[in-house]
């Protein structure tokens, strides 16, 4: 059964540019959460996505945006890049409706790079 | 505040060594889901467990032990006889009210396991 994939797996932008970063879940898996990860802020939810409805957002700005598909595959927008947005861009996927609550499985991520 | 701690920055042993990684948690809500997941290198978050807050019970998984204390609020990591491979940053992690914030994660303990 093929993993998580996120595409693409790095990004270099420079301020001010927008971003679309791709991500297909594990065949059969409709929760799809999204999560940024920096060395100073560690880990932090982005927002959180069931049959093509956010359930649930994380405290960003709404630069961030998201959405997902009717075949479960999903994407987020970053517009207006700024350099903090620097970060390992992860995607995790899970069986069920309550995503946090269940057994996630991530990407490998997507390294973006603003200069 | 619903916060997970890491204490342990950074944990360095010799292979075969039994090391414990610390997590502490603080919450006010009743029902909530602990986690653990490793990152290697390679960037992906790998789940290696879950605990739901009414189940207090140890749980053991080949050289893996998870010790969850409600009365100290902690779910602590136990690693025996560790190896080379089990080098990784690992992170506790938790999702309080009703997931409505993703998964809470610590700051992570990058565990550096020498030959």
């Known amino acids: 059964k093929a993993g998580v994939t996120q595409t693409p797996r790095y990004l270099i932008k420079t301020r001010g540019q927008q971003v679309t970063l791709s991500c297909s879940p594990i065949?059969?898996?409709?929760?799809v959460s999204w999560y940024q990860q920096t060395p100073g802020q560690g880990l932090q939810f982005l927002f959180e996505?069931?049959?093509?409805?956010?359930?649930n957002k994380g405290n960003f700005p709404g630069r961030f945006s998201g959405r997902q598909f009717s075949n479960s595959r999903s994407e987020m927008n970053v517009s207006t890049l700024e350099l903090g947005d620097s970060a390992l861009y992860l995607c995790?996927?899970?069986?069920?409706?309550?995503?946090?609550?269940?057994?996630?499985?991530f990407g490998p991520g997507t390294r973006l790079t603003v200069l | 505040a619903q916060k997970v701690t890491q204490a342990q920055t950074e944990i360095s042993v010799v292979e075969k060594e039994d090391v414990t990684l610390d997590c502490v948690y603080e919450?006010?809500?009743?029902?909530?889901?602990l986690f653990w997941y490793k990152q290697p290198p390679s960037g992906e978050l790998v789940f290696l467990i879950r605990r739901n807050s009414f189940d207090e019970q140890n749980e053991i998984s080949g050289r893996y032990s998870w010790n969850f204390q409600k009365s100290t609020s902690s779910f602590n990591f136990t690693i025996t006889a560790s190896q080379v491979v089990d080098s990784a940053v690992y992170f506790c992690?938790?999702?309080?009210?009703?997931?409505?914030?993703?998964?809470?994660f610590g700051k992570g303990t990058h565990l550096i396991i020498q030959p």
């Open positions: 996505y069931f049959s093509e409805t956010q359930r």
């Open positions: 992690g938790a999702a309080f009210r009703g997931g409505a914030d993703g998964l809470t």
């Open positions: 995790a996927s899970s069986l069920g409706r309550g995503g946090s609550y269940n057994e996630q499985f």
């Open positions: 919450t006010r809500d009743t029902t909530y889901y």
């Open positions: 065949s059969g898996h409709r929760s």
